[in-house]
């Protein structure tokens, strides 16, 4: 089965930034979209980035203009390039990858603290 591998969460001041790696591997799979979304007590779970299989993106408000998701084909990753972050960014974040059959697969989250 697909495994997901994320990595690059920590603690970032406000207005710095960090970049978030999701590392695919297991079986053989193709990609039909692969996305970020984020969790934080008290709140709902909220989508913030994603990228189909022909490398087009979307992002929520809050995300728009500071964030950025791409991919390496090559390496089976997609990235969460997060600038200016701010204390309501802080959460759990999470990869998930859906293939072209209908399989869905998650992350195991990455925290994320933005704080002085």
């Known amino acids: 089965q697909v495994q997901l591998v994320e990595s690059g969460g920590g603690l970032v001041q406000p207005g710095g930034s960090l970049r978030l790696s999701c590392a695919a591997s297991?079986?053989?799979?193709?990609?039909?979209?692969m996305d970020w979304y984020r969790q934080a007590p008290g709140k709902q779970r909220e989508l913030v980035a994603v990228i189909t299989s022909d490398d087009s993106t979307n992002y929520s408000d809050a995300a728009k203009g500071r964030f950025t998701i791409s991919r390496d084909n090559a390496k089976d990753t997609v990235y969460l390039q997060m600038n200016s972050l701010k204390p309501e960014d802080t959460a759990v974040y999470y990869c998930?990858?859906?293939?072209?059959?209908?399989?869905?697969?998650w992350g195991q989250g990455a925290q994320v603290t933005v704080s002085s």
């Open positions: 297991g079986r053989r799979f193709s990609i039909s979209a």
């Open positions: 998930r990858l859906y293939t072209k059959l209908g399989e869905i697969a």
